[in-house]
């Protein structure tokens, strides 16, 4: 089993659908826990941040830890077009060096 | 603005030539890492460097190494690439402060000819 699945996509909705991203972990030890969205041929930027368990919302987006299901999700509203790219789930436990473990990317086509 | 500039943002060696890419940060951060990211693919890491104690992950080949000068700079040297090695490499920092975020830079795509 790999430490961090995620469904690589591609998910099309049209413009102005509500987007839910995930991923499934299974090391217990994880309580950092980040989206990221890399757009075709950039680097990844930092979208969202969680510690531990809970809600966190930020705009549009709203990101959830389940640790007990060892489950986050990505929620995206309203989406726009602009939101096309891969988003990328990240995370990592205390290790003082953020060696985070990265999903492969789920990629999002979002059709005006 | 602070930020991780990856310089150049497009690659091309031969095979077996010797290549060199650069990262350069103004975050002043104190940890800098190297991934390779492949198509589909999560960002597999190479190397970090906590100032400059230089931390090697089991799995990356020999064939890649790295020098950080200073706290600003950053190089990734393919001694001999293979057609395997084509990939994007990202330079990406972070400063222990608890959160474990990284901060990327756009990245050099690297072709192997």
């Known amino acids: 089993q790999k430490e961090v699945e995620q469904d690589p996509g591609p998910l099309s909705v049209p413009e102005g659908a509500i987007v839910s991203l995930n991923c499934t972990y299974s090391n217990s030890a994880f309580q950092y826990f980040m989206w990221y969205r890399q757009y075709s041929r950039k680097g990844p930027e930092l979208l969202m941040y969680t510690y531990s368990s809970g809600n966190k919302e930020d705009g549009r987006f709203t990101a959830q830890v389940d640790k007990s299901s060892k489950y986050i999700s990505l929620f995206i509203r309203d989406s726009q077009p602009s939101d096309s790219a891969t988003y990328l789930c990240?995370?990592?436990?205390?290790?003082?060096?953020?060696?985070?473990?990265f999903g492969k990317g789920t990629m999002l086509l979002v059709s005006p | 603005d602070a930020m991780v500039i990856q310089n150049p943002r497009y690659q091309v060696t031969q095979f077996g030539k010797p290549v060199t890419l650069s990262c350069s940060q103004t975050l002043n951060h104190n940890v800098m890492y190297w991934y390779q990211q492949k198509s589909s693919q999560a960002p597999k890491l190479l190397f970090h460097y906590y100032d400059k104690d230089f931390n090697n992950e089991a799995d990356t080949p020999d064939n890649f190494q790295s020098r950080r000068p200073n706290t600003s700079f950053c190089f990734l040297d393919i001694r001999s690439p293979g057609l395997g090695d084509a990939a994007m490499y990202l330079c990406a920092t972070s400063t222990l402060d608890g959160t474990e975020k990284l901060f990327f830079g756009s990245g050099t795509q690297l072709s192997v000819l």
């Open positions: 990240a995370m990592s436990g205390d290790s003082g060096y953020s060696t985070l473990t």
